[in-house]
């Protein structure tokens, strides 16, 4: 037999170790192959492939990934690797309780674990659902092995009589219409029936889409790859190429730390304020970022969102869905209008630049993906504030808020945790008016715990019988990418832990000013003084297991939310005894 080209030499694969001596350990994991049916020339010698796959009979957005793994897996196949199929855990955003951030470092873990352990030397992480995305990648940055991400792909639009519908978006709508009484159970119903028609992650602009976009903004996964819907044949097709494509990674020692750097993640939030996407991705981009030893600060957010413009008229913040951002050019031609914006000499997993990936990308219609001269908002995707409430930082969306609460000052309405808020909030003498800041305390990580997507408060029913359709408020908690409203996010440090959230009480005055990015409580401060020495943490509703780990580790959502032992440091040994 002819020897394999150097920088094919099998003798390079970290398999290798596995499969390749003479000696007693490899004897044994040989013969373990041949029990499953594997001839040598099957696996050995090969790069083996580890597909990571979020499927599971929950996994309602990733219902189609048993069929795609197979998919992946010829294309594996064709590239001359051997792929091995590996279930990780699944995360529904709808099923998973508290909330799948809190299990978003758990699936990072195992990802973290599974790749390191095992005979693996690259890897396709299938994800799409919410926490699936930051979740896979963060275990594969910290594995350092060359890693693809293939993104689930939005659902079809949803349907309901002759209106399309959104994921979320279009929910919180017609939910409050219900609630003030303007629409027939039947008609709630049919709303049920049409609102998921398909495989798929949310089809608004909401978490999925957003990392789905800044993924490919990275470089992590395939130019165009973000945006496919789930159901179309090309969707199909993407995933052999990914198949194809990570082998060639393997050989190209293509690690996710020789693709991200800081210029990276200043394209991947250029591309999220331009897509006025998901608040979530703060977290989740920080996160990844620490992963890798690379400084992201809120305020990083803040300066790109001064100066890029939301072009991406998409729900919530405007008014398309994701298969017409598909059609329309997707994440490329997006990019390719804001090229001023970018660092294109950025690498990605496709061997090239992103200004490579995307040369002669085009903008299919004008009014999905707006001219900069004819933006949805001139800037402000999102917006970082600080002040007396939010010392270390808090962030708001002013783009999918009433534009006459931007700059609001009024009287606190307090709810103590969200089950104060759920007994409370409908109650016919509740003292409220449409000027009242509804906040909610023990909402964050911590505090609920979890920082579940509580923020979008609901408006009290008898304001909403009155015509009110948004207010004031104001968490610790994160919100859902597909809601709305004037909305401040993320409070920290969080009122659990002790921030300024855990000392307001009925009645005091909150001025929000967005343009000046202040969050501010007007209470005196000898009486602020007077409640915090005043102030008891609350107790632990966790004692055991993952939920202790994740209380006494987890992280502030300025950085990330990740455990403090995770975030970057020395390297973790190889397995190096066999
Ligand atoms: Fe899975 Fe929205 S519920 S992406």
């Not at 490899?26 to 020339?41: D, N, V």
């Not at 909401?206 to 800044?214: F, I, K, L, N, Y």
């Not at 496919?228 to 293509?254: F, K, Q």
């Not at 000392?503 to 990015?517: H, K, N, Q, T």
Request: aromatic letters at 6%; one cysteine or more; hydrophobic letters at 40%.
């Amino acid at each position: 037999m002819p020897s394999p080209p150097p920088d094919r030499d099998p003798r390079r694969l970290r398999s290798w170790r596995w499969f390749g001596p003479d000696d007693l350990r490899s004897f044994g994991h040989r013969s373990r192959l041949r029990q499953m049916g594997l001839a040598a020339e099957d696996a050995e010698g090969k790069p083996v492939i580890g597909i990571l796959n979020t499927w599971s009979d929950l996994a309602q957005c990733h219902s189609h990934f048993r069929a795609r793994a197979e998919e992946v897996k010829r294309g594996v196949w064709q590239a001359g690797g051997f792929p091995v199929e590996i279930p990780v855990l699944s995360l529904s955003e709808m099923f998973v309780k508290p909330t799948a951030m809190y299990h978003r470092n758990l699936l990072a873990m195992e990802v973290e674990e599974v790749l390191r352990s095992q005979p693996i030397d690259g890897c396709v992480l299938m994800g799409g659902c919410d926490k699936t995305v930051p979740g896979l990648l963060l275990g594969a940055i910290s594995a350092g092995l060359p890693a693809l991400f293939f993104p689930a792909g939005p659902m079809l639009a949803g349907r309901y009589r002759e209106q399309r519908l959104g994921s979320g978006t279009d929910v919180w709508k017609f939910w409050a219409e219900r609630q003030a009484g303007c629409l027939s159970e039947c008609a709630w119903r049919q709303i049920e029936e049409g609102i998921a028609r398909s495989p798929g992650t949310c089809m608004t602009m909401g978490t999925a889409s957003t990392m789905a976009a800044v993924v490919e903004t990275l470089g992590l996964s395939l130019p165009g790859s973000a945006t496919i819907p789930a159901v179309h044949s090309a969707h199909a097709r993407l995933a052999g190429l990914c198949g194809r494509r990570i082998v060639e990674m393997v050989w190209e020692g293509l690690t996710p730390r020789r693709i991200i750097s800081r210029a990276a993640f200043e394209n991947a939030i250029v591309a999220a304020m331009a897509l006025c996407g998901s608040t979530n991705c703060i977290v989740h981009l920080v996160a990844l970022a620490r992963r890798a030893g690379i400084p992201l600060a809120l305020d990083d957010f803040d300066r790109i969102s001064r100066v890029v413009p939301v072009i991406a008229n998409l729900r919530p913040a405007g008014a398309h869905l994701m298969e017409d951002f598909h059609e329309a050019g997707g994440v490329p031609a997006l990019l390719s209008r804001l090229r001023d914006h970018l660092s294109l000499d950025c690498p990605t997993v496709t061997g090239r630049t992103l200004g490579e990936n995307i040369a002669g990308a085009a903008v299919l219609d004008d009014d999905v993906i707006r001219p900069l001269d004819r933006p949805l908002d001139a800037a402000g995707g999102t917006c970082v504030l600080r002040g007396s409430l939010a010392p270390d930082g808090c962030v708001i969306k002013p783009t999918a808020a009433d534009p006459r609460l931007l700059v609001h000052t009024g009287p606190a309405l307090v709810f103590a945790d969200y089950a104060a808020l759920k007994a409370r909030i409908d109650e016919p003498d509740l003292p409220v008016t449409a000027d009242t800041v509804l906040v909610l305390q023990s909402a964050g990580p911590v505090g609920a715990p979890g920082m579940p997507e509580w923020g979008m408060l609901p408006i009290p029913k008898k304001l909403l019988a009155a015509g009110v359709r948004d207010m004031v408020r104001i968490s610790d908690a994160r919100m859902s990418g597909t809601s709305y409203g004037t909305c401040v996010l993320h409070v920290a440090p969080e009122s659990a832990v002790g921030g300024p959230l855990a000392l307001v009480r009925d009645g005091d005055s909150i001025a929000l000013d967005v343009p000046a990015r202040r969050l501010d409580l007007l209470v005196d401060p000898a009486e602020v003084a007077r409640r915090r020495a005043a102030w008891q943490p609350p107790p632990r509703r966790v004692h055991r297991g993952y939920g202790r780990l994740y209380l006494d580790e987890v992280t502030q959502a300025p950085e990330g939310c990740d455990f403090r032992f995770l975030e970057d440091g020395p390297s973790t040994p190889e397995p190096d005894i066999f």
